[in-house]
């Protein structure tokens, strides 16, 4: 049982993609200390720009794609990736084809690099494994202001993620109303204070990570899991474009014999069984909330399909079909 666990917290963590993976509204200002470290112009096209986070006292490093036509202010897209934080082999530049995608589209589009096993949220105390996470506070009240600024963009922004971080962007935008005007959640389980939601957490948190939800969001029955719930929430999530999105598990095309996959995925077997499993409890989670919008009358773009594990093919295919969502939300043509 405990091995089972322990590669079941290891495939989220990696996203099956890499083999070594009271609401506050934002601030008006930058935070003191909050600032732009520097810029590596990789590309005409590609940036890695770096500030420094006066709440985890460190410098984020963030890969930037930057618009296409650059001639007047853009929107802004960011894009969290899983439990690995991006960190490894598991991430959007390298797993998908992210780049050229979005080569013709004027957006900056915002990856950052890091956030291991934190649930892109404030930790209330250091963790001795996992160490201080402040990452609500960064990306929400100290990064826009300052990224802004040096890419000259016009403030308009949406957010999406995949697996542990596709319920972490929903939440960032009901923690921080007006913020975000889309939110793109794939693969993800946005319930957080239900016993099977808390046993999914802390599978990635101590189970992969070593870390203590306690200093997360204390005991599970504190308030706190209840208001990072996106389910319980779900109410502000209303007037924000919404794209949702899950497989069922099943094995699709990307687990056919033959199917091009990136290449440091897992061995075919390992997606099929674990990935299939994972995506499972998130085509469960995901049902829910969109249950659960449809009661209260949320519109919102549903991919529901009838296979698919969790996997980066598949990632990529709905980063694909929430464009056009995400477009409106950033007041763009899709």
């Not at 209330?124 to 609500?136: F, I, T, V, Y």
């Not at 040096?150 to 596709?166: E, F, T, Y």
Request: glycine share 12%; hydrophobic share 40%.
């Amino acid at each position: 049982m405990r091995s089972a666990v322990a590669v079941l917290a290891a495939a989220i963590v990696m996203g099956l993609a890499a083999a070594p993976a009271a609401a506050q509204a934002p601030g008006p200002a930058t935070p003191v200390g909050a600032a732009l470290d520097h810029i590596e112009k990789v590309s005409d096209q590609r940036w890695n720009v770096f500030v420094h986070s006066p709440s985890m006292d460190e410098v984020v490093e963030l890969q930037v794609l930057r618009p296409a036509d650059t001639s007047v202010p853009r929107p802004t897209l960011y894009m969290l990736n899983g439990a690995g934080g991006g960190e490894d082999g598991a991430n959007w530049t390298r797993q998908t084809d992210i780049v050229d995608f979005f080569g013709d589209k004027n957006v900056n589009v915002v990856i950052p690099v890091g956030g291991y096993i934190s649930y892109y949220t404030d930790w209330r105390r250091d963790d001795q494994e996992l160490g201080r996470n402040q990452w609500q506070t960064f990306l929400t009240r100290e990064l826009p202001p300052v990224l802004d600024a040096a890419l000259g963009a016009n403030g308009v922004n949406a957010i999406g993620g995949l697996s542990m971080s596709a319920g972490s962007v929903l939440d960032l935008a009901i923690q921080t109303p007006g913020l975000y005007r889309g939110v793109a959640s794939y693969s993800g389980c946005a319930m957080t204070s239900d016993p099977v939601g808390q046993a999914l957490v802390r599978v990635v948190v101590e189970g992969a990570g070593g870390g203590d939800t306690r200093n997360m969001w204390g005991p599970t029955d504190d308030p706190e899991w209840v208001r990072h719930d996106p389910y319980v929430n779900a109410e502000k999530l209303r007037g924000l474009e919404l794209f949702i999105s899950s497989g069922s598990g099943l094995p699709g095309p990307f687990e056919e014999p033959g199917a091009t996959r990136p290449a440091a995925s897992p061995p075919l077997e390992d997606q099929i069984v674990v990935g299939g499993a994972i995506e499972a409890a998130t085509n469960h989670c995901t049902q829910r909330l969109v249950h659960r919008l449809g009661e209260l009358g949320i519109p919102a773009e549903v991919d529901l399909r009838p296979t698919g594990t969790h996997s980066w093919g598949y990632w990529q295919e709905a980063l694909h079909r929430s464009w056009p969502v995400l477009a409106r939300a950033l007041r763009l043509e899709g």
